[in-house]
Structures are given as structure tokens and as C-alpha cells.
């Protein structure tokens, strides 16, 4: 089973679903629908010092993809939520709970969490303050800052539990609200609450609701929301909880990629009382079959975003990950490393290979904690890409994953000697400022390109026996500049240089159709290439087309990974063939060309031509044929 855990405050949570406050009840209500201890949590009814009534009705009216309300806090007292409410969801929920509290004035929230205080069930005060107004000029607490900071630092002061601030979208910038909690001592933020709308009952000429306005909820606000997320996300260093418009496990996932660790669902828990444990369901279907899920989402959200022609992003397909774990068998033993993580893909897929093919040794405590805390590294200089990465490796049981908010060229990656296989398709055709670039890659070769940097710090990275694979453009193994064979020259004289693997140009589409290779070393100090595997792939399983259909039966992948595990066979093939060996001399003897057509010989067959006369009594006949046809169709014509 896929492990869908989250950590919120040292709390371990089994999944990341939440009902949210309001639309849940004290949670009890809903055991007669399904078991409730599946959820991650529940947010309970905001819960005021004094029982409130709520606002007149009617206080609830449908909008197009939405839900009006103005039902004013209705709720039977912090005394009674604690004698009462929370003692009966006690007898049917084993999990912590959040206590969601509203006021009218700072004393009056600080009342309530010390009354609640007492319950060893709660886990979470989440702090509304998007509805409730100061008493001193009627200011909301969730649109003034100074505000927020304030009254989070008073309930920081009471509370025994961690503290979230539940934001408003009523503001100018969701931002600013959010680093004041922060500052405030916030230790979780959620949002959003609901939008302030208006509907008119033309039919009757009146206000939908008695209130006049309410707060909007539903599908409606859901792109809102996600945007709010992910604004703060990049905004503050807390965790955050995102809800509005979430009905299905992909709107779950899509909040999730903006930032957040875990969500809550509102109204749609009230057309569907279901809804939450679908979700939960969802993301365990979704992510049963070990995929890379937060990667396949996301890509789904380069796509509608256009955002892949943008900022340069895009993933590196399954299945040649796949191919390249494959080809490197990566073990417990392994210690791991992709410097341009992205969202995780191959130490992913490495993390299945290994559970796949040492299931037996993983049932020992020690090799499952190495594995869960020591086996995998990342990298990514993308704050929103380690998140995703992070979230795709927990989904697959990696649990303190070792991933690195870094430029890994510059000079703060320090790591050399420290891994025994890197994994990588690092991002090429990109230039560097000198100033960002390590000393220690400096001295290795002069150039600012990208593709070059990234092979030089894999070959300091790994340990003396150390095992790579890593995707480069065509221009690395062609390129006639100094740096280019700076760069292959210490593959091959100064390490272990075992295969080039060419890929059809098409493999990216529709990100972009640049021709790559797979280059495979060992990293030794002291040379031992003695000759060099090549291979060209001429078909992956798809069209080579932006629609990349599959084509299950063109497929090289295959037939690679069978000869590369058996190279000895490959010995005396020839040069005419989709594969053949190179020895090291004849590289160094062509500039350290590593092109698979450099060594490659056309296989021409002989084509034997009738003689002319013969070509040209076949074309008088046809002639004859042809006059003939037409002086029978001019004969119709005249008949």
C-alpha cells in the first residue's frame, strides 16, 4: 500500500484530508456514511467562548458552481464542545482533531482556546480570522496585518497545541496576511475561507440571504484558491493547509503542487456527504501503481499553463527513467543522487526498483531505515519542484528524504566523494554567471554551459567506484571546442567510460525535440576505458510525435537493457549493426567524437537496373495503353 502520510507539527496525519470547519459537523454526524478514522483529521465546528444562534435566515443560498452562506458561527459554546461535542466524537474518532475557534474580540478567542485546552483529543487550534471583527473600528482581524501578527501572538501565548491561522481572500495581497502570522508565531497557515459575494432573488426582489452577503464557496473558487497557496507557499517557511473548491483526489493533488501539505474539503461534503473519503481513495488509486504521480500532475499543469515554454521545465519521460534504473540495478548498498531532482523521478524510480527487487532485506529494520533516511539525495534550485519532489518520495515510502533547496554548481553544494550511483537528465543548453559557478568545477573546465558543468560535478560527487547515468544533448559528444573535449577526454582517459546510448529527437516532445544520448561511466581517477558500447535507439515505445502515441510494438528499450546487462556478447558485432563496441583508441584517434554515427557504416546493398532499352519499350507500351483509352473516351464523348 502507498504510503499517503503527512507530518503537521510532529503529528503524523495517515493521509492528507481533512473535512473542513463548518461543512463536518463535530464530525460524529458522518459515521453513519463510512468509518470516519480513515480521514487524515477533522476540523471541528468554529467554536465561540459563548453559544451563538447564528445570523436570520435565510442564510444559505446555491450559486452557479458555488454556495452562498451567512450562518453566522451557530455553535453551542466552547463549555459545551468540550463536555459534549468532543467526548462523543471521542467514542467513534482515535485521532487528533483541530478545534477551529472564532471571537469578536482577542479576550474572546483567548477564552475559548484556554477552555479547550484541557482536551487531550485536540491536536490543532485552527484560529479563524477571516469572519469575525475587532471591537475597536469594525477592522476584519484577517485584513489588517498588524492585526493578525497581534492576535496569533496572543493565542501563541495560551495555546498548548500548535496554532494555525485560518486566512481570509478578502485582502490586496494574501501574502502580507500570511508573513504576519508567521511572525506572529503561526505554526500552520489554512486558506482560504470564503469569498464575500452577493445574490439577488430577482423573483422576489430581495437579498438571497437575510445577511445580504456571505461567503462564496464551492468549484467557483477553486483556481482562486490554488493561486493563494501557492503565492504564499513561496512567501513563508510554515506549513500550510489549502482548501476551496476541492471535490475530487485532482483538485486534492493540484493544491498539493501549489504548496500545501495537506487540504480540507468543504462544500462539497454537502451534495455528497462521501466526498472526502472518495478523495482519500483517489489518491491511493492514483498513486497504487508506483508512478511518478506529483510528476504526472504537474506535468498536466506545465501543459495548461504553457508554462513549459516559459520557465524551461519539463520531465523526463517515464519510461526512459525506467530504462536508465534498469541499466544501473541500483541496490540497498547505493547511496543516491540526482543533482537536478525536478520532481524526483529517478531516485523515485530507483526507490521502486530497490523495493521491487529486495523486498525480502527491506523487512529488516536497519536496511529499512537506511533506506527511508539515507539512501536517496536530491537537488533543485525550484522551491515548487522540491516540494513536489518531497511529496512524490513519501508517497513511495521514502520518508525523510535528503533533498536540497540549492544551486547545485555553485559553491554551497560541497558535496564530492559521497555517492556510489548518480541518476540525471540535468537541465542543458543553459548558461551560467562565473560568480555562480563552484571553484572546484572552474578548474575542471572552463565554460559556463550547463550540460558540461553538471557532468564535472557528477564526476567529483561520486565515490571511487561510483556508477553514473545522465542525459546529455547530442553537442556534448560532437562538440569541437575546448571544454566539450575537456570534458569527454576525462570520461574516457581519466575514468571508466562504458556506453552511449543515442535517443530519436522526438523522446521529449512536445517539450522540445532536441536529439540526447545516454552516457554511462564509472568513476575510477586513474583511467580504464578500454572500449566504449554504443548503441542506437531508433524507437521508445511512442510516436516520435508531439501527440507521442504508443507504439508498443517499436520499441528499443527492450532489447537495450538485455544487451547492455550482457556485453559480452556484443563483442564481435559489427559496425553495420544498431549496436557495436569502439575501443578507446579509436576515440582518442577521432578528437573523443563519442557519436554513434561517427563509427557507424552504412550498410549499402547493391541495385541492379534493367537496361535502358528495356526501360524504354515499357514506357512505349504504356503509351500504346494510354493513346488507347483515350480515343475510346473521345469516341463517348461524340457518340
Partial sequence: ????????????????????????????????????????????????????????????????????????????????????????????????VMANVSGF????????????????????????????????????????????????????????????????????????????????????????????????????????????????????????????????????KIPIIGMGGIATAEDALEFILAGATAVSIGTANFHNPRTTLEVIEGIEKITSDGADMMGDVYEYMLGIMAASGTNGQFRTPRHIIRMMVELMQPTLGDTICDPAMGSAGFIMEAAKYITEHQSDELLNIEARGRFSKDTFHGSDSDASMLRIGCMNMMLHDVDEPNLYYRNSLSDENNDTNRYTLCLANPPFAGSLDTDDIAHTLKAAVKTKKTELLFLALMMRMLQSGGRCASIVPDTVLTGDTQAYKTIRSALVDKHCMQAVITMPSGVFQPYSGVSTAIII???????????????????????????????????????????????????????????????????????????????????????????????????????????????????????
Fill in 1 to 96: 500500500m502507498v504510503n499517503t502520510s503527512v507530518n503537521l507539527c510532529g503529528i503524523s496525519l495517515t493521509n492528507p484530508v481533512i473535512p473542513a470547519s463548518g461543512t463536518f459537523g463535530f464530525g460524529y454526524e458522518f459515521t453513519r456514511f463510512y468509518d470516519i478514522n480513515i480521514l487524515g483529521s477533522i476540523s471541528l465546528k468554529g467554536t465561540t467562548k459563548e453559544p451563538r444562534f447564528g445570523n436570520p435566515t435565510p442564510r444559505i443560498a446555491e450559486c452557479p458552481q458555488g454556495l452562498l452562506n451567512a450562518v453566522g458561527l451557530q455553535n453551542p459554546g466552547a463549555e459545551k464542545v468540550l463536555n459534549h461535542e468532543l467526548r462523543t466524537l471521542k467514542a467513534v474518532y482515535k485521532k487528533p
Fill in 105 to 236: 474580540s482577542v479576550s474572546d478567542y483567548v477564552s475559548a482556546v484556554e477552555t479547550l485546552n484541557t482536551d487531550d483529543g485536540i491536536g490543532w487550534f485552527e484560529i479563524n480570522i477571516s469572519c469575525p471583527n475587532v471591537k475597536e473600528g469594525g477592522i476584519a482581524f484577517g485584513q489588517n496585518a498588524a492585526n493578525i501578527e497581534h492576535i496569533t501572538k496572543a493565542i501563541k501565548n495560551v495555546a498548548k497545541q500548535p496554532v494555525i491561522m485560518k486566512l481570509s481572500p478578502n485582502v490586496t495581497d494574501i501574502t502580507e496576511m500570511a508573513k504576519a502570522a508567521e511572525a506572529g508565531g503561526a505554526d500552520v497557515l489554512s486558506l482560504i475561507n470564503t469569498i464575500t459575494g452577493m445574490k439577488i432573488d430577482i423573483n422576489r426582489q430581495t437579498f438571497a440571504v437575510a445577511n445580504k452577503t456571505g461567503g462564496l464557496s464551492g468549484p467557483a473558487v477553486k483556481p482562486v484558491a490554488v493561486r493563494m497557496v501557492y503565492q504564499v507557499a513561496n512567501a513563508v
Fill in 521 to 639: 561511466f564509472t568513476k575510477t581517477g586513474t583511467g580504464g576505458t578500454d572500449k566504449i558500447w554504443f548503441y542506437d535507439m531508433r524507437a521508445d515505445g511512442f510516436s516520435l510525435t508531439t501527440q507521442r502515441t504508443p507504439q508498443p510494438e517499436q520499441n528499443d528499450i527492450p532489447d537495450i537493457i538485455s544487451r547492455f546487462h550482457n556485453l559480452e556478447a556484443e563483442t564481435n558485432r559489427s559496425r553495420k549493426e544498431q549496436s557495436f563496441f569502439v575501443s578507446a583508441d579509436e576515440i582518442r584517434e577521432n578528437g573523443y567524437d563519442l557519436s554513434y554515427k561517427r563509427y557507424h557504416e552504412v550498410k549499402r546493398e547493391a541495385v541492379i537496373y534493367d537496361a535502358p532499352e528495356v526501360i524504354v519499350a515499357r514506357m512505349e507500351e504504356r503509351q500504346k495503353a494510354i493513346d488507347k483509352a483515350f480515343d475510346e473516351f473521345k469516341k463517348l464523348l461524340n457518340a
